[in-house]
Nanobody, 119 residues
Framework: QMQLTESGGGLVQPGGSLRLSCVVS????????????MAWYRQVPGKERELVAT???????DLVDSVKGRFTISRDNAKRTLYLQMNNLRPEDTAVYYC?????????WGQGTQVTVPG
């Protein structure tokens, strides 16, 4: 399992931007990070955690329809960091955002970072 630490959340006005970061502990060897599926999820109180964006080990990425054209997922392997660039934020993007990794079935979650976009 990986140790994941998110940062970058905050309060932003509608239309604004934030960049979330998820740093993987340096105890994780680089090949484990580069070979892992990494993803961002989000959750609001009373609702299930939902997938937002996925970064596959081969370099492909996928986003849910509600954030396509506004969010970008990327990773910097040298820094063992996963990013979520969020532009044109909307009140419905308000949630706790979680970083997730799946390395050959070993699942890890970060502690979450709050993103608030007032309506």
């Amino acid at each position: 399992q990986m140790q994941l630490t998110e940062s970058g959340g905050g309060l932003v006005q509608p239309g604004g931007s934030l960049r979330l970061s998820c740093v993987v502990s340096r105890r994780t060897i680089l090949s484990t990070f580069t070979g892992a599926l990494m993803a961002w999820y989000r959750q609001v109180p009373g609702k299930e955690r939902e997938l937002v964006a996925t970064s596959f080990s081969g370099g492909k990425a996928d986003l849910v329809d509600s954030v396509k054209g506004r969010f970008t997922i990327s990773r910097d392997n040298a820094k063992r960091t996963l990013y979520l660039q969020m532009n044109n934020l909307r009140p419905e993007d308000t949630a706790v955002y979680y970083c997730h990794s799946n390395s050959f079935g070993a699942l890890s979650w970060g502690q979450g970072t709050q993103v608030t976009v007032p309506g």
